[in-house]
Structure formats: structure tokens, C-alpha cells
């Protein structure tokens, strides 16, 4: 089990950058397949991008716009995201899954809390 934190949520205007972070505690983060999710208000939540030890992967709607990272010594997870648009509101959530890559969100066992991402346009 890992536990996780998300940070880096805020109010940027369309067109702007916001970057996420994820810290993570526990054992054995480095054997974690990491992803992002998100949910809009009265919408269900969606994947975003997910990143093993070798490969990442994106949903198509923000590939070229967003990037995932991670740092297996820092045991983080980074999202950064540019050229930001209003439908990109939402919560967004970290995940962990200790299995391989997935875009089912049921999958992930370990999940943060979430941080609020809103574009205005």
C-alpha cells in the first residue's frame, strides 16, 4: 500500500500551465504503475495519463498538452499541464496500481484525496 498526497491544484485562465504533484509514502513506489484521473461535476471520472518504469501514456484528449514524470527517489509524481482549457476543469486524482498499465479507474487500490483544477475562460 502506498498512501498519496496531491498538491498544485488552482485557477489559471485558458491558455495557461498548471503543474500537480503526488508525494507518496510506503513501500516499493517504484514498482507502482502511477496514474492521473479526473472528474468534472456530474461527470464520471476520467483517465488522464499513467506512467510505469519504461512508458507513459495519455488519454487522447490531452496528449501534446500534458506530461506525467516521476521521481522514483523523491517517490513523486508530477503532471504538468499546458495550453490549458476550460473543459479541463475538474478534481484531479492521483493514483497507484501495483499491476500493469490500465485506464480502469477500479483497477487502482491507492488513491489521494484529490486537488481542484479550474480554467476559466
Known amino acids: 500500500q502506498v498512501q498519496l498526497v496531491e498538491s498544485g491544484g488552482g485557477l489559471v485562465q485558458a491558455g495557461g500551465s498548471l503543474r500537480l504533484s503526488c508525494a507518496a509514502s510506503?513501500?516499493?513506489?517504484?514498482?507502482?504503475?502511477m496514474a492521473w484521473f479526473r472528474q468534472a461535476p456530474g461527470k464520471e471520472r476520467q483517465f488522464v495519463a499513467a506512467?510505469?518504469?519504461?512508458?507513459?501514456y495519455y488519454a487522447d484528449d490531452v496528449k501534446g498538452r500534458f506530461t506525467i514524470s516521476r521521481d522514483n527517489a523523491k517517490m513523486t509524481v508530477a503532471l504538468q499541464m499546458n495550453s490549458l482549457k476550460p473543459e479541463d476543469t475538474a478534481v484531479y486524482y492521483c493514483?497507484?496500481?501495483?499491476?500493469?498499465?490500465?485506464?480502469?479507474?477500479?483497477?487502482?487500490?491507492?488513491w489521494g484525496q484529490g486537488t481542484q483544477v479550474t480554467v476559466s475562460s
Open positions: 493514483a497507484a496500481r501495483a499491476g500493469p498499465y490500465t485506464t480502469y479507474d477500479r483497477a487502482y487500490d491507492n
Open positions: 510506503g513501500r516499493a513506489f517504484s514498482t507502482y504503475d
Open positions: 506512467i510505469n518504469w519504461i512508458n507513459t
